[in-house]
């Protein structure tokens, strides 16, 4: 099925100059782009984007660490983009991403891990009205579409 998902490139990629990898690994993949923009998280921000990890032992490092810098907000659409773009990003602690995934070939934290993804379509869903107003978000066909899904 066709879906969108979520992703940020997290300070710490976009400090160690990884954005254009990221976005070359979804594009080579055949995902297709239909939003993008740049920003550094408010307080307020990062705490809605992470509010189901309110009251981890990690949660006020990971606050920190995510409103430290500039952080890079896109949309991917494709064929099961939440589930392929999660596998691409690997596990959470760089420690178990296989090699081959953005964190296992760029990371060695369990936090500074590079990027974020959604994972399930409610979280897509919900992640995406937190950066993107529905007219920032394209509509535009590509000519390899069919060879995509
Ligand atoms: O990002 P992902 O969905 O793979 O993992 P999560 O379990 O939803 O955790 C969100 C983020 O919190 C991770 O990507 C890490 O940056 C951070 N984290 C952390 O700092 N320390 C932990 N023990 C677990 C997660
Ligand atoms: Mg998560």
């Known amino acids: 099925m066709t879906e969108r998902t979520f992703v940020m490139v997290k300070p710490?990629?976009?400090?160690?100059?990884?954005?254009?990898?990221c976005i070359?690994?979804?594009?080579?993949?055949?995902?297709?782009?239909?939003?993008?923009?740049?920003?550094t998280l408010s307080r307020q921000q990062a705490e809605r984007h992470y509010a189901e990890h309110e009251g981890q032992p990690y949660y006020e490092g990971l606050i920190a660490f995510i409103?430290?810098?500039?952080?890079?907000?896109?949309?991917?659409?494709?064929?099961d983009a939440i589930a392929q773009v999660r596998k691409m990003n690997g596990a959470t602690n760089s420690?178990?991403?296989?090699?081959?995934?953005?964190?296992?070939?760029f990371a060695l934290s369990?936090?500074?891990?590079?990027?974020?993804?959604?994972?399930?379509?409610?979280t897509a869903a919900r992640e995406i009205?937190?950066?993107?107003?529905?007219?920032e978000l394209l509509h535009y066909a590509m000519p390899d579409e069919d060879w995509l899904r």
């Not at 710490?12 to 990898?21: Q, T």
């Not at 070359?24 to 920003?39: A, D, I, N, P, S």
């Not at 409103?67 to 064929?79: D, I, L, R, Y």
């Open 129 to 135: 009205a937190l950066y993107f107003k529905d007219e």
């Open 24 to 39: 070359r690994r979804f594009e080579q993949r055949g995902l297709k782009l239909v939003g993008m923009k740049m920003l």
């Open 12 to 21: 710490d990629g976009v400090s160690r100059r990884l954005i254009g990898e």
């Open 110 to 122: 369990g936090r500074r891990n590079i990027v974020h993804a959604s994972d399930s379509p409610e």
């Open 95 to 105: 420690l178990n991403a296989e090699v081959g995934t953005i964190r296992g070939d």
């Open 67 to 79: 409103v430290s810098g500039p952080s890079v907000q896109m949309v991917w659409e494709g064929e």
